[in-house]
């Protein structure tokens, strides 16, 4: 007799670029005991339509609502994104498509353009929920994953919650199977939480018959706390901590009658308001099955491959002070090589890939050199990336293997460049092992990802400053000494886990724990104070973005998806050229401005009016700039041709509209026809688009943002000057007085400063300008 079905789900949010590995584990545990499986990754699936035409345009309406809803000082920003909706409800399928597709590797414009249009999509979820910041990372809300109560007000929530609504509007099919009889909800990190709870309460609404069982990292964290019936249990029937391969069959059976064998880990209720538990055992990773994708949708990660998780090991080997890794993952334990090729391989034929993520929490020397080996033997042509740690054998030889067998990246926890503060860590690293194993590495073509900490209890900031200069010293030379571009490094502020050595004892490392906040029971990170260093405050002052970072439209500020290390990976395994940023906006050509030449707003561009008498929005989306214009452009949105006399003959003021006009040129917002020509006046140069100094050095240079694309770039005192006296118009005459550069200074300055878009020029007829033009302006050729 077949057995019945069970739907094993990842809820949002994890990660969009490739699966997750908890599920394919479990599928291919439930099918070898002869269960019927369905695999769903909510966060993927979720994700892909909510960032897709169809579901944007099912939540412009909740955006435009929610305008009405805004306080004075977040109008302006929920505006800004609601000038964009359009233009990203236009192109958001294509961009999709472009970042799943493997020819984009080779294609950085391409990938740039795809991944903007992205980020403004992710901009437009965010705009459509109150508090939301749907980044593909925490995608934080107005509810708060740190409160039992609060957890549970989401989960009942379908308007303010964007998981509960994307279930509304598009409900889990697979619970219509009429043999589904368990439903089982891996839950690995806090970000996953308010989403597994939606999920759990759709299941419990639609099927109250199926049993709901929730497990995962976060899951055994969260139990462990527990001393009394939970408020959870209202939508999860049992809980199971630490790992679920022997424990989801052995509770299925006992579910189904087939036996009644003890459940490893098991968490439920005993009928009186308490907690019955079952001890964990720990699972034999040697006689796991090889993950089974099958019924993921594996076309549909933000990333070209797919890139197939797998693991060497588990748990992890050591016991550093700030992890609390091994609380939750049972002793460490490591799978044969010829185990782990084998997998690869199998999945490699199965599904037509042939790029691979090892998800171990730290890939061992032996690890390494074991999978590198059979990798190499076997002949297999397979790329992969791991993580490890620096050690005196991660040497020359090691790198070579790793390179020959298709490691295209190794993740290592650099943590801190001094040899103190790696003590206090209880790391068991030396610094005196860090540049040689950087040096084997890049010198074999080996790509590094250095993980920076910022703040450990007891660490200068001398000794932090000394970390981050020594990482960026280390991408420096990997991209100009080794022609290794692909390296990275992050470095983000200490967090005190509460799970951690640090937080169960935290007189022993000078801490002081700050309890968290009313209601906060879930709260598995905690402020503190420290005795002597860096305090929370420091350390997130050392790790900001830097000047300028949020700079631009409310758009520009959202994730970019070039930062995921899938995306490094896929660009080193191709040995492709980085994308940019930014796409690169050419410099418009110089327009013949004449009484009678016309214009019209380009095809492209997009134009909200907020309300009557209020500025205009424009967003362009070829250089991805929001131009704000005032009110008396307002004719320019019927799409019609105007004269350039009109414009600004209407203008209260000319030279005011004319810099207005040539910004709108310089950003490709206007299709200009020319009519008759300016009289062979030379050009006036304006500044392009406003821009703010945001970081100013001694020697009178400083670094331009532009409010309207967020693009930045680093200028000359003599480019400084140029750009201050060409905010009203200046003739090249004008500006080599004032500055007093000579003409071969001079002109190579000014078109280097159009190349960045700083600057843009035009010629006017006389007439325009009231009938003259600036002094010199008829004698000096631009």
């Known amino acids: 007799?077949?057995?019945?079905?069970?739907?094993?789900?990842?809820?949002?949010?994890?990660?969009?670029?490739?699966?997750?590995?908890?599920?394919?584990?479990?599928?291919?545990?439930?099918?070898?005991?002869?269960?019927?499986?369905?695999?769903?990754?909510?966060?993927?699936?979720?994700?892909?339509?909510?960032?897709?035409?169809?579901?944007?345009?099912?939540?412009?309406?909740?955006?435009?609502?929610?305008?009405?809803?805004?306080?004075?000082?977040?109008?302006?920003?929920?505006?800004?994104?609601?000038?964009?909706?359009?233009?990203?409800?236009?192109?958001?399928?294509?961009?999709?498509?472009?970042?799943?597709?493997?020819?984009?590797?080779?294609?950085?414009?391409?990938?740039?353009?795809?991944?903007?249009?992205?980020?403004?999509?992710?901009?437009?979820?965010?705009?459509?929920?109150?508090?939301?910041?749907?980044?593909?990372?925490?995608?934080?809300?107005?509810?708060?994953?740190?409160?039992?109560?609060?957890?549970?007000?989401?989960?009942?929530?379908?308007?303010?919650?964007?998981?509960?609504?994307?279930?509304?509007?598009?409900?889990?099919?697979?619970?219509?199977?009429?043999?589904?009889?368990?439903?089982?909800?891996?839950?690995?990190?806090?970000?996953?939480?308010?989403?597994?709870?939606?999920?759990?309460?759709?299941?419990?609404?639609?099927?109250?018959?199926?049993?709901?069982?929730?497990?995962?990292?976060?899951?055994?964290?969260?139990?462990?706390?527990?001393?009394?019936?939970?408020?959870?249990?209202?939508?999860?029937?049992?809980?199971?901590?630490?790992?679920?391969?022997?424990?989801?069959?052995?509770?299925?059976?006992?579910?189904?009658?087939?036996?009644?064998?003890?459940?490893?880990?098991?968490?439920?209720?005993?009928?009186?308001?308490?907690?019955?538990?079952?001890?964990?055992?720990?699972?034999?990773?040697?006689?796991?099955?090889?993950?089974?994708?099958?019924?993921?949708?594996?076309?549909?990660?933000?990333?070209?491959?797919?890139?197939?998780?797998?693991?060497?090991?588990?748990?992890?080997?050591?016991?550093?002070?700030?992890?609390?890794?091994?609380?939750a993952s049972n002793k460490f334990r490591i799978r044969r090589p010829d185990q782990v090729v084998h997998d690869m391989a199998t999945l490699a034929g199965r599904h037509g890939t042939d790029t691979f993520m090892f998800v171990d929490e730290i890939m061992t020397l032996t690890s390494l050199r074991g999978v590198s080996r059979e990798l190499i033997n076997g002949g297999h042509e397979l790329f992969w990336y791991g993580e490890t740690r620096f050690s005196k054998g991660l040497d020359d030889e090691l790198a070579g293997a790793l390179r020959r067998s298709g490691c295209r990246r190794l993740d290592l926890g650099l943590e801190s460049y001094n040899q103190r503060v790696l003590d206090l860590m209880r790391k068991g690293t030396k610094v005196a092992d860090i540049e040689p194993s950087l040096d084997a590495l890049l010198s074999n073509k080996v790509p590094v990802h250095l993980f920076c900490m910022t703040g450990f209890p007891g660490e200068t900031e001398e000794e932090a400053v000394r970390t981050q200069e020594f990482a960026a010293q280390a991408l420096r030379r990997s991209a100009d000494e080794y022609d290794v571009p692909y390296s990275t490094a992050a470095n983000g502020p200490f967090i005190l886990d509460v799970l951690s050595p640090v937080g169960e004892r935290p007189d022993l490392f000078g801490v002081e724990l700050i309890p968290p906040g009313a209601g906060e029971d879930l709260a598995f990170d905690l402020d503190y104070t420290v005795a002597e260093g860096l305090t929370q405050e420091d350390a997130a002052r050392l790790t900001s973005s830097g000047p300028g970072a949020s700079a631009g439209a409310a758009f520009h500020r959202g994730t970019w998806i070039g930062d995921a290390e899938e995306w490094s990976f896929l660009w080193a395994m191709a040995e492709a050229e980085l994308p940019a940023r930014r796409g690169a906006t050419p410099a418009a050509p110089r327009p013949e401005l004449h009484p009678g030449t016309l214009v019209r707003l380009a095809d492209e561009v997009h134009a909200r009016t907020p309300g009557a008498g209020q500025d205009i929005l424009l967003h362009v989306p070829s250089g991805d700039a929001l131009l704000t214009v005032l009110p008396e452009w307002h004719p320019l949105l019927d799409g019609q041709p105007h004269t350039v006399a009109d414009l600004l003959g209407n203008a209260p003021a000319a030279r005011t509209a004319a810099t207005t006009l040539i910004r709108l040129s310089a950003h490709r917002a206007l299709e200009v026809t020319a009519a008759g020509t300016s009289g062979e006046r030379p050009p006036l140069w304006y500044t392009a688009q406003p821009h703010d100094v945001v970081e100013s050095r001694p020697d009178g240079s400083c670094l331009l943002t532009s409010p309207e694309t967020s693009r930045q770039v680093r200028v000359s005192a003599a480019g400084r000057l140029i750009w201050l006296l060409t905010a009203d118009g200046a003739s090249t005459a004008e500006l080599a007085t004032r500055t007093r550069l000579p003409e071969q200074r001079l002109v190579p300055l000014l078109n280097e400063l159009t190349g960045h878009n700083v600057l843009a020029s035009a010629c006017f007829h006389p007439a325009l300008l009231g009938g003259s033009v600036p002094a010199g302006a008829a004698r000096h050729s631009g």
Not at 289 to 295: A, I, N, Q, R, S
Request: include cysteine.
């Open 1 to 327: 007799m077949r057995k019945p079905r069970i739907l094993l789900v990842n809820p949002p949010i994890w990660n969009v670029y490739a699966p997750h590995l908890a599920v394919p584990l479990l599928a291919a545990v439930m099918r070898r005991h002869g269960w019927q499986v369905s695999s769903l990754d909510l966060s993927i699936e979720q994700t892909d339509w909510l960032l897709s035409g169809e579901g944007l345009t099912a939540l412009l309406p909740k955006a435009e609502r929610r305008q009405g809803e805004m306080r004075d000082g977040e109008r302006r920003a929920h505006e800004e994104t609601l000038a964009v909706f359009g233009d990203t409800i236009a192109r958001i399928d294509s961009a999709r498509a472009t970042l799943k597709s493997r020819s984009v590797l080779t294609d950085p414009a391409a990938f740039t353009d795809a991944a903007t249009v992205v980020r403004n999509g992710l901009g437009c979820v965010s705009a459509s929920f109150p508090g939301l910041s749907f980044d593909l990372r925490g995608n934080f809300s107005c509810f708060s994953h740190r409160r039992s109560d609060s957890v549970l007000d989401a989960a009942r929530s379908a308007d303010r919650n964007v998981y509960g609504w994307a279930l509304e509007n598009r409900p889990i099919p697979e619970l219509e199977a009429s043999d589904l009889a368990v439903v089982g909800i891996s839950v690995s990190a806090d970000t996953q939480l308010i989403a597994a709870l939606t999920v759990a309460r759709h299941v419990k609404r639609a099927r109250p018959d199926v049993h709901v069982v929730m497990g995962g990292n976060l899951t055994t964290r969260m139990v462990s706390r527990w001393q009394e019936e939970h408020p959870f249990f209202q939508y999860v029937d049992s809980f199971v901590s630490y790992e679920g391969e022997d424990a989801l069959p052995a509770l299925c059976d006992r579910i189904t009658g087939a036996d009644d064998r003890p459940v490893p880990g098991l968490l439920e209720r005993d009928g009186r308001g308490g907690l019955l538990r079952t001890p964990a055992a720990m699972v034999d990773v040697s006689d796991l099955p090889t993950p089974d994708f099958d019924g993921l949708p594996l076309d549909r990660y933000f990333a070209p491959g797919p890139v197939l998780p797998l693991q060497a090991s588990r748990s992890c080997a050591w016991d550093c002070a700030f992890c609390s890794i091994p609380f």
